[in-house]
């Protein structure tokens, strides 16, 4: 049978499905063996059926099922569904809808209180009050007081270093032997069992088939590996040098190791570099790229946007 992913489905037979006569109120009649009540001879009305009590279920061994019953046009009567005439008047099937189905009941839920109607009137205010004290902006105008800079090159020093790392990625210019121990690296879903239910789906041919779904239990189960101490020899920074000044020209820091320096053991060099601009407009400052920084001059009147409510600067207006 078909199912959900990591679902199991297996049937376990079908079964009569009952129905009430409407004339003699004969009740608890057999709805595939039984198409006429036993005491006054009326049809059976198919939209009367129903599951029967776990007491008066009656299995049906050997059916094989064909199909939904058909409504006959003429007279209502239920039809199997490989019938060409209705066996109770004679009239063609031809075009005949399906009897209606008997949906298994499911447990009430309990009722909630709507709560989303108070969620999205808070989100609606907290969304206002974002825009309103830190979104909103305003024309202003400032004067830059000030152009200042820092520019940093970081120092590297060639040496054996201690690290660590899962065996399996363990640097092929490691030396010596690692240190390893065990240690937990990941988990696995190893499945414990099973947990069943059972559902009964009227087939509307005057039975119902009886189906246990079962999906699976799982526990997680650690999963060790070997985590690992080696020493490696590598470039690793150990120092930063720094320069700083005001003005419009900016300079890297002097007398620095080479960055061509031999990889030798206690040997330094020159590494990355990195720089940061800065525009002051009196009390308020900006990081800004080297053209905004050559864009403007000290005491040049600059139109700015502020942020309404605190007037702090926009530095992406610049």
Known sequence: MRSSVNER???????????????????GLLGKSQRHCPECGAPQNPD?????????????????YEGADRHCPACNAPMAAKAKNCAQCGSPLDGSKEVRGVVTPKPAAKKRRR???????????????????????????????????????????????EESAWRDQIPSDAT???????????????????????????????????????????????????WCTFRVRR??????????GTGMTA??????????????????????RTETLILDFGGQSCDVKDATWQKYKDG???????????????CSSL
Not at 235 to 244: G, L
């Open 48 to 64: 009367k059926r129903y599951f029967p009590s776990p007491e008066q279920q009656k299995k049906i061994d050997g059916h094989s």
């Open 235 to 244: 470039w690793k920074k150990i120092d930063a040098v720094k320069a700083a």
């Open 115 to 161: 709560i989303w109607p108070y969620v999205v009137a808070a989100l609606i205010l907290i969304i206002f009050l974002i825009y309103w004290f830190f979104i909103r902006t305003k024309d202003a105008q400032l004067t830059v007081s000030a152009h200042r800079w820092e520019r940093v090159v970081a120092i590297e020093k060639f040496g054996e270093y």
């Open 176 to 226: 010596g032997f690692p240190m390893c121990s065990r240690r937990q690296r990941s988990s696995r879903q190893v499945q414990t069992g099973e947990e069943c239910h059972t559902e009964r789906v009227d087939k509307k041919d005057g039975t119902f088939e009886q189906v246990k779904r079962c999906k699976p239990t799982y526990r997680s189960e650690p999963i060790d590996d070997d």
């Open 300 to 314: 040049q009147k600059v139109k700015v946007e502020v942020r309404a409510s605190s007037g702090k600067l926009v």
């Open 251 to 272: 300079a890297w820091p002097a007398q620095l190791p080479a960055a061509d320096t031999p990889a030798t053991l206690g040997a330094t060099r020159s590494a990355g």
């Open 9 to 27: 489905v297996e049937s376990e037979g079908f079964y009569e499905m009952l129905w009430d006569c409407d004339h003699c109120e004969t009740k």
